[in-house]
Protein backbone atom coordinates (compact mmCIF):
# COMPACT_ATOMS: atom_id res chain seq x y z
CA UNK A 1 0.00 0.00 0.00
CA UNK A 2 1.55 3.40 -1.23
CA UNK A 3 1.71 5.57 1.93
CA UNK A 4 0.31 9.03 0.60
CA UNK A 5 -2.76 8.01 -0.97
CA UNK A 6 -4.09 6.53 2.04
CA UNK A 7 -3.60 8.74 4.32
CA UNK A 8 -4.81 11.06 2.04
CA UNK A 9 -8.05 9.37 1.82
CA UNK A 10 -7.87 8.24 5.44
CA UNK A 11 -7.60 11.86 6.50
CA UNK A 12 -10.66 13.10 4.53
CA UNK A 13 -12.99 9.74 5.47
CA UNK A 14 -12.69 11.37 8.96
CA UNK A 15 -12.97 14.58 7.96
CA UNK A 16 -16.43 13.58 6.65
CA UNK A 17 -17.13 11.47 9.71
CA UNK A 18 -16.95 14.27 11.83
CA UNK A 19 -18.61 17.08 9.22
CA UNK A 20 -21.75 14.23 9.21
CA UNK A 21 -21.53 14.17 13.20
CA UNK A 22 -22.51 18.02 12.89
CA UNK A 23 -24.84 17.42 10.26
CA UNK A 24 -26.97 15.08 12.27
CA UNK A 25 -26.84 17.75 15.03
CA UNK A 26 -28.10 20.05 13.38
CA UNK A 27 -31.28 17.62 11.69
CA UNK A 28 -32.52 17.86 15.42
CA UNK A 29 -32.05 21.76 15.90
CA UNK A 30 -34.17 23.74 15.53
CA UNK A 31 -34.11 28.14 14.15
CA UNK A 32 -34.15 29.51 17.45
CA UNK A 33 -31.65 26.18 18.96
CA UNK A 34 -28.76 27.03 17.24
CA UNK A 35 -28.75 30.92 18.28
CA UNK A 36 -28.79 29.17 21.91
CA UNK A 37 -26.30 30.32 24.61
CA UNK A 38 -26.19 29.08 28.37
CA UNK A 39 -24.64 32.88 29.34
CA UNK A 40 -24.46 35.75 27.32
CA UNK A 41 -20.67 35.09 26.53
CA UNK A 42 -21.03 32.02 25.67
CA UNK A 43 -20.80 30.53 22.00
CA UNK A 44 -24.00 29.29 20.76
CA UNK A 45 -23.73 26.28 17.49
CA UNK A 46 -24.35 29.01 14.88
CA UNK A 47 -21.30 31.14 16.40
CA UNK A 48 -19.27 28.16 16.94
CA UNK A 49 -19.82 27.10 13.11
CA UNK A 50 -19.26 30.93 11.97
CA UNK A 51 -15.68 30.07 13.43
CA UNK A 52 -15.02 27.02 11.72
CA UNK A 53 -16.02 28.56 8.41
CA UNK A 54 -14.13 31.18 8.95
CA UNK A 55 -10.85 29.22 9.73
CA UNK A 56 -11.83 26.89 7.03
CA UNK A 57 -11.49 29.47 4.01
CA UNK A 58 -8.96 31.05 5.82
CA UNK A 59 -6.62 27.97 5.98
CA UNK A 60 -7.81 26.03 2.72
CA UNK A 61 -8.27 28.43 0.25
CA UNK A 62 -5.07 28.91 -2.11
CA UNK A 63 -3.63 26.16 0.69
CA UNK A 64 -0.50 25.31 -1.49
CA UNK A 65 0.76 28.94 -2.08
CA UNK A 66 -0.57 31.51 0.74
CA UNK A 67 -0.39 31.33 4.48
CA UNK A 68 -3.49 29.82 6.08
CA UNK A 69 -4.01 32.98 8.27
CA UNK A 70 -5.26 34.97 5.47
CA UNK A 71 -5.31 38.86 5.58
CA UNK A 72 -8.72 39.19 5.15
CA UNK A 73 -9.75 36.89 7.72
CA UNK A 74 -11.10 38.66 10.87
CA UNK A 75 -11.16 35.84 13.43
CA UNK A 76 -12.49 38.47 16.31
CA UNK A 77 -16.06 39.01 14.39
CA UNK A 78 -16.24 35.14 14.11
CA UNK A 79 -17.08 35.37 17.33
CA UNK A 80 -20.09 38.03 17.31
CA UNK A 81 -23.63 38.59 14.96
CA UNK A 82 -23.88 34.52 14.29
CA UNK A 83 -25.25 33.31 11.18
CA UNK A 84 -29.13 35.22 11.53
CA UNK A 85 -30.61 31.58 10.03
CA UNK A 86 -30.30 27.76 9.77
CA UNK A 87 -30.18 28.03 6.15
CA UNK A 88 -27.69 30.66 6.18
CA UNK A 89 -25.31 28.86 8.29
CA UNK A 90 -25.70 25.10 6.64
CA UNK A 91 -24.75 27.31 3.33
CA UNK A 92 -21.85 28.37 4.70
CA UNK A 93 -20.81 25.06 6.71
CA UNK A 94 -20.88 23.55 2.84
CA UNK A 95 -18.85 26.09 1.80
CA UNK A 96 -16.52 26.06 4.27
CA UNK A 97 -16.07 22.19 3.73
CA UNK A 98 -15.70 22.10 0.31
CA UNK A 99 -13.00 24.49 0.46
CA UNK A 100 -10.84 22.39 2.70
CA UNK A 101 -12.21 19.31 0.26
CA UNK A 102 -11.24 21.05 -2.81
CA UNK A 103 -7.86 21.73 -1.36
CA UNK A 104 -7.37 18.09 -0.11
CA UNK A 105 -7.67 17.45 -3.92
CA UNK A 106 -4.65 19.31 -4.96
CA UNK A 107 -2.44 17.10 -2.39
CA UNK A 108 -0.48 14.60 -4.50
CA UNK A 109 2.65 12.49 -4.11
CA UNK A 110 4.32 14.97 -6.33
CA UNK A 111 3.68 17.99 -3.49
CA UNK A 112 3.37 16.24 0.21
CA UNK A 113 6.47 17.21 1.04
CA UNK A 114 6.26 21.02 0.57
CA UNK A 115 6.03 23.24 3.21
CA UNK A 116 2.74 25.00 4.04
CA UNK A 117 2.55 28.29 6.75
CA UNK A 118 -0.08 28.88 9.09
CA UNK A 119 0.85 32.48 10.78
CA UNK A 120 4.63 32.52 9.12
CA UNK A 121 5.30 29.28 10.77
CA UNK A 122 6.25 25.90 8.29
CA UNK A 123 4.01 23.39 8.21
CA UNK A 124 4.26 19.77 6.56
CA UNK A 125 1.16 19.08 4.81
CA UNK A 126 1.00 16.09 7.23
CA UNK A 127 1.01 18.45 9.79
CA UNK A 128 -1.19 21.13 8.40
CA UNK A 129 -4.06 18.53 7.53
CA UNK A 130 -3.82 16.39 11.31
CA UNK A 131 -3.67 19.95 13.14
CA UNK A 132 -7.20 20.61 11.31
CA UNK A 133 -8.04 17.37 12.08
CA UNK A 134 -7.77 17.86 15.85
CA UNK A 135 -9.38 21.60 15.60
CA UNK A 136 -12.46 20.90 13.96
CA UNK A 137 -13.66 17.71 15.82
CA UNK A 138 -13.03 19.61 19.44
CA UNK A 139 -15.41 22.10 17.81
CA UNK A 140 -18.00 19.81 16.76
CA UNK A 141 -17.49 18.24 20.08
CA UNK A 142 -18.63 21.18 21.81
CA UNK A 143 -21.67 21.25 18.85
CA UNK A 144 -23.29 17.90 19.97
CA UNK A 145 -22.14 18.87 23.63
CA UNK A 146 -24.64 21.78 22.53
CA UNK A 147 -27.03 19.64 20.59
CA UNK A 148 -27.47 17.24 23.29
CA UNK A 149 -27.79 19.95 26.28
CA UNK A 150 -30.52 21.51 23.90
CA UNK A 151 -32.66 18.82 23.35
CA UNK A 152 -32.82 16.57 26.23
CA UNK A 153 -34.84 13.55 26.17
CA UNK A 154 -35.28 13.97 22.92
CA UNK A 155 -31.70 13.98 21.79
CA UNK A 156 -31.53 11.24 18.62
CA UNK A 157 -27.53 9.58 19.71
CA UNK A 158 -25.07 10.07 17.44
CA UNK A 159 -23.15 6.82 18.73
CA UNK A 160 -24.06 3.72 20.68
CA UNK A 161 -26.88 4.94 23.10
CA UNK A 162 -26.29 4.36 27.19
CA UNK A 163 -26.90 1.09 27.79
CA UNK A 164 -27.27 -0.62 24.13
CA UNK A 165 -23.27 -1.36 24.29
CA UNK A 166 -23.49 -5.38 24.58
CA UNK A 167 -26.45 -5.37 21.67
CA UNK A 168 -24.54 -3.40 19.97
CA UNK A 169 -21.13 -5.63 19.75
CA UNK A 170 -23.72 -8.76 19.20
CA UNK A 171 -24.98 -7.24 16.36
CA UNK A 172 -21.15 -6.16 14.68
CA UNK A 173 -19.62 -9.73 15.95
CA UNK A 174 -22.93 -11.35 14.47
CA UNK A 175 -23.46 -13.12 17.71
CA UNK A 176 -26.26 -14.08 19.90
Same mark, same amino acid.
Given at each position: ???? #??? @????? +???????????????? $??????????? #???????????????????????? @?????????????????????? +???? $?????????????????? /?? /??????????????????????????? #???????????????????????????????? /????????
Amino acid at each position: MDYI #PHF @LETTR +KEFERFKTMGERTFEQ $LSEQEIHFTYA #PDDLSVALIVKHMVGNMLSRWTNF @LTEDGEKDWRNRETEFEAPYST +KAEM $LAAWETGWSCLFNAMESI /NQ /NNMDKQVFIRGQAHTITQALLRQLAHY #PSHIGQIMYLGKSIKGAQWQSLSIPKGESEAF /NKKMFNTN
